[in-house]
C-alpha cells in the first residue's frame, strides 16, 4: 500500500495553474516497509573448518554449502539459525525468506558470511519500527553444536573451531555493516609511528647537508680572501 501527504494538493490551482503553495510542487508518494535485512561476518581464516566454503576440503558434512544454509534458516533448531537473533523471527511477526538467506565464504580472506531476509506479517512506516523488528541482536548466529542433525561430522573438533571465533562485524543492520575498530586502530598506530620515525630521519638528513655547506661554503670565502 500507499501514502500520499494529505497537505500536498492532487493538482495546480484552477486559476494560477501553479501548485499551492508553491514550495509542495508534486505530492510524493510513501511505502511502507515490506521488511529488511541483516548479516554476520566471522573470520575463520585461523579454523581448521571453512565452513559454507564452496572449494575447502573440509566444508563437508554440516558444514557444507547446502547443510549450513539449512541450519541458518531452520526455524525448529533449538540452539542455531538466524530465528534466536532477529527479534521478529522470534515473535513471529516476519517471516524468513529462505531463498536468499544463507551463507557464502570467501577463501581468499577466509570470511564467512551469513545474510539473512525477512519480510513483515505487517508492513511498518518507521525506520525505527523497522530496525526494533529486523535488527540482529549483539550475539553470535550460531551454526556449530546444533540440536538437529545435518550428517554431523567432527562435531567436537568443530566446536573448539568456532568457540573461540574472531566476529570481525559485530552487527550488520540492513546492508550497513559495523566497522571494526580493533583492527583499523592497530593499523592506525604501525602507520603513525612509521610516519613519525621517518620524519625525524629526514630532518636529521637535511640538517647534516645544510650543517656540511655552510661550513664548504666558509672555507671557500676563506680561501678567497
Known sequence: SSGINAECPLRPGKTTGKYEPQFLGRCKETNPFT???????????????????????????????????????????????FKHRVPCLLSGECTLDTVKSGCTFDDATGVLSMNYFVNFVTPVWKFTERDALANKDDQVIKFWSCSESYSKRRRRDAE?????????????????????????????????????????????????????????KRSEDLEAL
Open 35 to 81: 521488511g529488511g535485512k541483516g548479516s554476520q561476518n566471522m573470520n575463520l581464516k585461523n579454523s581448521g573448518t571453512k565452513a559454507c566454503s564452496s572449494t575447502d576440503a573440509s566444508a563437508v558434512g554440516e558444514f557444507s554449502p547446502a547443510n549450513m544454509k539449512l541450519k541458518l534458516n531452520s526455524m525448529t533448531d533449538t540452539a542455531c539459525g
Open 160 to 216: 573448539n573451531d568456532f568457540e573461540d571465533f574472531e566476529s570481525i562485524e559485530k552487527r550488520a543492520v540492513n546492508g550497513s555493516d559495523a566497522e571494526d575498530s580493533s583492527t583499523s586502530d592497530s593499523t592506525h598506530f604501525v602507520a603513525a609511528t612509521t610516519v613519525g620515525v621517518c620524519t625525524v630521519v629526514l630532518m636529521t638528513a637535511f640538517l647534516t647537508v645544510l650543517v656540511l655547506r655552510m661550513k664548504q
